[in-house]
T-cell receptor, first 113, second 114 residues
Framework: GDSVTQMEGPVTLSEEAFLTINCTYT??????LFWYVQYPGEGLQLLLK?????DKGSNKGFEATYRKETTSFHLEKGSVQVSDSAVYFC????????????FGTGTRLTIIP | DAEITQSPRHKITETGRQVTLACHQT?????MFWYRQDLGHGLRLIHY???????NKGEVSDGYSVSRSNTEDLPLTLESAASSQTSVYFC?????????????FGPGTRLTVL
């Protein structure tokens, strides 16, 4: 079946460090890929998305590129801030339009000043 | 502003009791979803609905039921609560099936089954 594998956390970084959170997927067909973020005590929010190979999603300084050859969608940010502390989820939807999401297990990120 | 709300935010119940978690959205979205969030599993889909009177089973539907009598609400019922159903539950909604649209999530309900 379809699945998403994320790097295990927790991840702790100093402010202004470079961030990478790895995400790989297994899917039949051609999925759309997403990163969601969950701030403490809140629900999930869409951070960015990419719907086809080589697309780059970006938002709030975060980027991720849809790599079909490596089935990956790694999340990156050049300089993290304390306010980026949250749990990050990689997700996919296989059938574009039916909108069921398959999530990874989440990666907790803590940024220390 | 349009929003999606869940109630209660916290609930403690006993094994065997029936529990209903409410989800209400004011975006007039066709699609609504229920997920549970557990450490080490991420979010898993319980049930979903693409419109009034439509309901579908998700990945982990055993022991749960939903009904959709109007566009705004999708209550989730645990028929006989079990300790394995202790979790954080999230409701989400989205616009349509014609193209991918962002799912908007509620703030969650933390359920403890003793």
């Amino acid at each position: 079946g379809d699945s998403v594998t994320q790097m295990e956390g927790p991840v702790t970084l100093s402010e202004e460090a470079f961030l990478t959170i790895n995400c790989t997927y297994t899917a039949t067909g051609y999925p759309s890929l997403f990163w969601y973020v969950q701030y403490p005590g809140e629900g999930l929010q869409l951070l960015l998305k990419a719907t086809k190979a080589d697309d780059k999603g970006s938002n709030k300084g975060f980027e991720a590129t849809y790599r079909k050859e490596t089935t990956s969608f790694h999340l990156e940010k050049g300089s993290v801030q304390v306010s980026d502390s949250a749990v990050y989820f990689c997700a996919l939807t296989l059938n574009f339009g039916n909108e069921k999401l398959t999530f990874g297990t989440g990666t907790r990120l803590t940024i220390i000043p | 502003d349009a929003e999606i709300t869940q109630s209660p935010r916290h609930k403690i119940t006993e094994t065997g009791r029936q529990v209903t978690l409410a989800c209400h959205q004011t975006w007039n979205h066709n699609n609504m979803f229920w997920y549970r969030q557990d450490l080490g599993h991420g979010l898993r889909l319980i049930h979903y609905s693409y419109g009034v009177h439509d309901t579908n089973k998700g990945e982990v539907s055993d022991g749960y039921s939903v009904s959709r009598s109007n566009t705004e609400d999708l209550p989730l019922t645990l028929e006989s609560a079990a300790s394995s159903q202790t979790s954080v539950y999230f409701c989400a909604s989205s616009e349509s099936l014609s193209d991918y649209n962002e799912q908007f999530f509620g703030p969650g309900t933390r359920l403890t089954v003793l």
